[in-house]
């Protein structure tokens, strides 16, 4: 079984290969037990959302790691993807904004992607 930042690294680079944007990374394991990782991105449109979270299904997969839930797929303006040791959002750049993840979670400890290396 990977472990959390193994699992987010896979999914930031599967992000990255759909040209995600503003892929940020709240490490929350010291202020909650939801998970380990935030990891937060936003796409232009409806499919490249849908696409996003594709990418990481997929991505995922092939090192047997599964979604407990997703939730928000066929609209597309917040996907939710549950990992149990990350958890994803994927947004629209207009829901990104209105819900704005990184203030509500700003106890968290924002790093870099890169960092997981």
Known sequence: MADSKEMAKL??????DKQGSDIRV????????LADYFIIASGSNRNQVQAMADAVGEELAKIQVFAKNTEGY???NWILMDYGDIVLHLFDQENR???????IWRDGQQIDPDSLE
């Open 26 to 33: 709240i490490d929350i394991s010291h202020i909650s037990t």
């Open 97 to 103: 904004l209105f819900y704005d993840l990184e203030r």
């Open 74 to 76: 066929q609209n597309a």
């Open 11 to 16: 999914a930031i680079k599967a992000l990255e």
